[in-house]
């Protein structure tokens, strides 16, 4: 079993910055790499950026692109993502997700793709 804790969620004003951490616990070795993805009410989960444990290799959504960052510390099982130039339109609960190791992901950014996953957090933007 793996566990995912997000946290770092809150209220901030367009333009501003905030930076979100999930910590993986329990059979964390089994994992191959982790992603952050956001979700509306009445929209589908968006995928926005994934890193691979080994390596550290990244895969930004365009919509993202440049202004997020994710990043790791494989020390602490952690994985951040550094949201700059936050706007309106970026706010939504915002939840972290794990691949175990051995699949082949197909499509990096797709819900689907991930097993395990945290119980969000909320950013909210306001103009």
């Known amino acids: 079993q793996v566990q995912m804790v997000e946290s770092g969620g809150g209220s901030v004003q367009a333009g501003g910055s905030l930076r979100l951490s999930c910590a993986a616990s329990?059979?964390?070795?089994?994992?191959?790499?982790m992603g952050w993805f956001r979700q509306v009410p009445g929209k589908e989960r968006e995928g926005l950026a994934l890193?691979?444990?080994?390596?550290?290799?990244?895969v930004y959504a365009d919509s993202v692109k440049g202004r997020f960052t994710i990043s790791q510390d494989n020390r602490k099982n952690t994985v951040y993502l550094q949201m700059n130039s936050l706007k309106p339109e970026d706010t939504a609960m915002y939840y972290c997700?794990?691949?175990?190791?051995?699949?082949?992901?197909?499509?990096?950014?797709?819900?689907?793709?991930?097993?395990?996953w945290g119980q969000g957090t909320q950013v909210t933007v306001s103009s």
């Open positions: 329990g059979y964390t070795y089994s994992i191959n790499c």
């Open positions: 890193i691979y444990s080994g390596g550290g290799s990244t």
């Open positions: 997700a794990g691949v175990p190791r051995g699949r082949r992901l197909v499509r990096p950014l797709a819900p689907e793709e991930f097993s395990y």
